[in-house]
Structures are given as structure tokens and as C-alpha cells.
């Protein structure tokens, strides 16, 4: 059989990790197979996604500034890609060229992997964040059986759009309001930029939230970013993100090479020594 061919594209794309993930299953479940990453200016979009097959590409990840651009080339669309309105996997099927969006299935896979019945704690989550990543969040809770999931954005209109969008049980809130809204919160998650380095901060101060409450936070880098030192010093159970980022790659894994591959304790040191290299 030839060789199995996938790819990451994006502008830049230098910074990706997608490819040690990748490189490390290959290798790992020995498969005659690549991964690699592809610089796309936004111009060349169209004309590469066009030419998947005659490339000899099976699929890839999208990754910014193309994941809209994906959404709209895309002949097919999987379910969740339709709800986040944004595709980050593609692949080919029987000449059918599919767009999938597995950031809400990495999302929910890293909290079941890190604190196994997490979506049993409650119904009420508290959101920080209305771009992309909150999108993808929102879908996998709604999934998982919250009812009352409260979006917090500094541009209180973004999160009222997001509500309206995702409907029953979505409610859009301004900042000056976290405190009250996490006190009876079971989970509460970041999703903006907040906290990043170069960009440190603290999205929400998690002292109101109850003691059973769980915190996560879509950053990783670094690890473990002021909300969740803040939690833990707290007290509470905290999941950082870069376990949504391997969880993220598995699907798609899974459809260019035909195997599901496996998010283990190697793989996580792996790229956290890629992170502090
Ligand atoms: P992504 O697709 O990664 O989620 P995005 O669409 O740029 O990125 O959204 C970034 C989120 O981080 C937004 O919710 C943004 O708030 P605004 O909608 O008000 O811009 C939030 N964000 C970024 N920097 C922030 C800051 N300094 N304080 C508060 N929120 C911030």
C-alpha cells in the first residue's frame, strides 16, 4: 500500500505541535505513514483544499486563519462542525471531501481522561470567552447535559450572540457579574487568551466558586496558568489544557491512518518538553 499522507495548514504554522503528536503515533503504531506541516497564505486556500487528491492527501488539520475558509469548501460537514461553525479536521471519503471540528470532543475527552465523571457534578457551567475555543466548549457541554451554561465575555454583545445561537439554557453576562454567577457553578472554564504568556492575567478570580467545583482552562502554556493556580491554591480540582490539544488530534488520527491512537503519560511528556524547549 502507498504511503499514508496527512498534513496541518495554517499561516504560520512554525508554531504548531500538531506534528510531533502525529509523528510520535506513527511511530509508535508503526504505520508507512506522514504528517506534515504546510504554510498556506490565506490567497491559496481554495486551491489547496481543491487539491487534496491529487496531491495524494488523505486529509489534515486546519488550523488559523483557515478553519471558516474550511468550513465553507468542505462538500460535508459532521455535526459538531456545523454547531461551532468552524472545521478543523478534514479527510477524504469516497471522493467526498468531509470537514469535522474535534475541539469539543478534545475538550470533553481531556476532562474525562483527568477528572472521570466531571459532567455528573452538576448542571451549571460558567464559561470565560465568546471566540472560537468558547464555541467549541459550549457545544461539548450542552452534549454532556449542562443546562444552565453562562458565557462572561469583556464584549458582552459577542457572548448574547453565542447565546441566541446555541439557544435553551445559554445565557451571555458581563464580567462585573462572575463572582455571583460562579457560586453555584460545578465547572468553570477559560477559553480566552488570558493567562497565555505574554498575556498574564486572571480571567475570573475562582474564590466564589463551591468546593466541588472543577476549573480547566484551554491555555497551556504555560501548564499551569494563573486561574489555575489560583483554584489549586483554592483548593479545588483543576485540568489544564493541553490535554484538550492531544485529545483534539485523535479523531482525525484515527480517519487518515486508520487507527485509533492512544493520549498516554508518554505522549504528554513529549510535547511538555517540546512546550519548555
Ligand atoms: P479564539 O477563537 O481562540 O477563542 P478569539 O475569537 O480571538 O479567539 O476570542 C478571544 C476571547 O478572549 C474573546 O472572548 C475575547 O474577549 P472579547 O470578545 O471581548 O475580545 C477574550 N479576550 C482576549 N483578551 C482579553 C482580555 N485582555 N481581557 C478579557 N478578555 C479577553
Known amino acids: 500500500m502507498a504511503e ?8 504560520p504554522i512554525a508554531h504548531s505541535r500538531s506534528p510531533k503528536i502525529h509523528g510520535h503515533w506513527l511511530k509508535r503504531y508503526d504505520i508507512d505513514g506522514s504528517y506534515t506541516a504546510i504554510d498556506v497564505a490565506p490567497g491559496d486556500f481554495g486551491a489547496f483544499i481543491g487539491g487534496l487528491s491529487a496531491a495524494g492527501l488523505r486529509g489534515g488539520n486546519v488550523t488559523i486563519p483557515h478553519k471558516e475558509a474550511a468550513f465553507a469548501a468542505v462538500q460535508r460537514r459532521d455535526e459538531a462542525a456545523e454547531q461551532i461553525g468552524a472545521v478543523n479536521t478534514v479527510w477524504l471519503e469516497d471522493g467526498v471531501l468531509w470537514g469535522g471540528n474535534t475541539d469539543a470532543y478534545g475538550f470533553a475527552a481531556n476532562l474525562d481522561h483527568l477528572s472521570p465523571g466531571w459532567a455528573s457534578t452538576g448542571d451549571v457551567a460558567v464559561v470565560l470567552g465568546a471566540g472560537g475555543a468558547s464555541r467549541a466548549t459550549i457545544h ?7 443546562t444552565d451554561i453562562r458565557i462572561v465575555n469583556r464584549t458582552v454583545a459577542r457572548a448574547v450572540e453565542l447565546a441566541d445561537q446555541f ?3 445559554i445565557s451571555a453576562h458581563p464580567q462585573a457579574a462572575t463572582a455571583e454567577l460562579l457560586g453555584d457553578a460545578s465547572l468553570l472554564v477559560n477559553t480566552t487568551a488570558l493567562g497565555m504568556h505574554g498575556n498574564e492575567g486572571l480571567p475570573a478570580d475562582p474564590s466564589t466558586l463551591p468546593d466541588h467545583a472543577i476549573v480547566t482552562d484551554i491555555v497551556y ?3 499551569e496558568t494563573p486561574l489555575l493556580a489560583a483554584a489549586r491554591a483554592r483548593g479545588l480540582k483543576t485540568v489544564d489544557g493541553l490535554g484538550m490539544l492531544l485529545h483534539q488530534a485523535v479523531p482525525g488520527f484515527e480517519r487518515w491512518f486508520g487507527r485509533r491512537p492512544e493520549v498516554t503519560a508518554e505522549l504528554r511528556k513529549l510535547i511538555v518538553a517540546d512546550l519548555d524547549a
Open 4 to 11: 499514508l499522507k496527512a498534513f496541518v495548514c495554517g499561516h
Open 167 to 169: 439557544g435553551d439554557g
Open 140 to 146: 461539548a457541554l450542552k452534549q454532556r447535559g449542562f
Open 221 to 223: 502554556v504555560p501548564l
